[in-house]
């Protein structure tokens, strides 16, 4: 089989952790290299969750960590979501694994370049990273063959009632990669507001034994209760969705889409506009997933949960 090359940049959160999880038991993805953002909690905080992640998963892609803020504005984190460490919940060890001395840009820039085939690059924080890349080394974008993200919406927002969080941290960055030419996939609120589990279904995983499903189990618990707060019968896998609409396409219903982000929104700020008029002429930028087969979803999460060595 083809393995896909990735690059995963992410802001590791709850949903990150699941992502990354989910992502390094699938044997289609070649993961060169995790990168960090700040997003959900500081960069510190986001680049020790991923070291804590991936030391529990046992592998040591290459880890470079990024834009310790958005690109023209201040840092929004969410806390209340994740909890002050970005990654509440069960103690999980910080692994001795040195990150890189160079930037998360830098480290994108020489892999992209240097990569015999085109890259994929999952995004599943703010596109800081991504939008200082492009306005830096705008000649990679020739070797990237997709940017599956994370973020957005065609209907309501959830960090503002127009954005989601990801896009309105840094609006800038996501414009600079909403009109960059790149081919992208957006997983947005739109099915990731569909891709709940269950507490049942964590129960499940929990009941297979072992470090990765006990603490993804214990992850997934935490995170629920902002969920079960506000009202959802399940936790929204918001970032999975990034990485299994790649592994798993047909689970997945999407449309195309020209979309924008708006940057100078006195309430709007951050919102992705997706242009549904069906004479529009303008020439579509993205796929949009809307729909997910949520039990399979759930099904081929708790497989590769059930795929690490039980140590
Ligand atoms: O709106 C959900 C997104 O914001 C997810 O990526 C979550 O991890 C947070 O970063
Ligand atoms: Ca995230």
Redesign the pocket.
């Known amino acids: 089989m083809n393995k896909i090359p990735i690059i995963f940049d ?7 952790a699941i992502a990354l999880i989910f992502a390094f038991a699938q044997a289609s993805l070649d993961i060169k290299a995790v990168t960090t953002v700040a ?2 909690a500081g960069l510190d905080k986001t680049l020790i969750n991923a070291k804590k992640i991936l030391g529990l998963l046992g592998r040591r892609p290459l880890l470079a960590a990024g834009a310790a803020k958005p690109m023209f504005r201040n840092l929004v984190t ?1 806390p209340q ?2 909890g002050e460490s970005g990654l509440d919940g069960p103690a999980i060890p910080l692994p001795d694994y040195p990150e890189e001395k160079v930037n998360a840009v830098e480290l994108m820039r020489r892999l992209i370049t240097e990569s015999p085939e085109p890259v994929t690059i999952i995004a ?3 596109l800081t990273n991504l939008g200082i890349l492009f306005t830096a080394f705008p000649e990679v974008k020739k070797n990237i063959s997709t940017i599956s993200l ?2 957005g919406a065609i209907g309501a927002g ?2 503002t009632s127009a954005a ?3 896009i309105y ?1 840094d609006p800038e960055a996501a414009d600079i990669v909403f009109s960059s030419g790149v081919p992208l996939v957006m997983s947005g ?1 739109d099915v ?1 507001t569909k891709a709940l589990i269950m507490k049942d279904e964590i129960d499940v995983i929990r009941s297979l034994g072992g470090a990765v499903p006990v603490l993804t189990a214990d992850l997934l618990d935490f995170y629920f209760q902002f969920y079960k707060k506000n009202g959802y019968p399940g936790a ?1 896998l ?2 999975p969705c ?1 990485v299994a609409c790649l592994t798993h396409p047909a689970l997945f219903t999407g449309r195309r889409y020209h979309v924008v982000v708006e940057t100078k929104g006195k309430h709007t700020d951050g919102m992705t506009l997706a242009d549904l008029r069906p004479y529009s002429d303008a020439k579509p930028n993205a796929i949009v997933n809307m729909d997910i087969d949520r039990k399979e979803f759930i099904k081929v999460l708790t497989e590769a949960c059930a795929a690490y060595p039980k140590a």
């Open positions: 992410c802001d590791p959160g709850h949903d990150d997003g959900n969410a979501v994740h599943t924080g703010p994370m973020g959830n960090w989601e969080f990801n941290v609120l990731t929204a918001h970032d990034a």
